[in-house]
């Protein structure tokens, strides 16, 4: 079983995994990092959340498609908890990376855990 878990970056929890573009260090970390396109449309307002939503989802599920590996060594953890520096939980791409590894776990019959920020993410 993996506990799956959310934060923002400054934790100093000892499972984090950093899933930002700008320092993300480890393949499993740049596999769920958006692109600096994205990051900087977004913050100039020049895409909305849906469409970085969509973007992001599409991201990853190319790269999913392209090497399966850095996404299930996440789920191969007894715990991770994703970090990025987003503020705004409501726009914030930890919480679809979590959703996503949700049905990654689905599909090849993990069982994990949700933890985190959010309770209503649990669904």
Known sequence: MTILATSRINTDDPDALNITVKSASTP???????TWDMVMKSKRGEITWEQ???RY???LRKR???DKTPFLNILNRDRVV???YCTDWKHCHRFLAMQVLQKIAVHHGYTITLDGE????RS
Not at 28 to 34: I, T, V, Y
Not at 118 to 121: A, D, E, G, Q, R
Request: proline share 9%.
């Open 28 to 34: 499993e970390g740049k596999a769920l990092a958006p």
């Open 52 to 54: 970085y939503t969509e």
């Open 57 to 59: 989802l599409d991201l």
């Open 64 to 66: 999913y498609a392209q």
């Open 82 to 84: 994703l970090t990025c």
């Open 118 to 121: 959010l309770p209503n993410i």
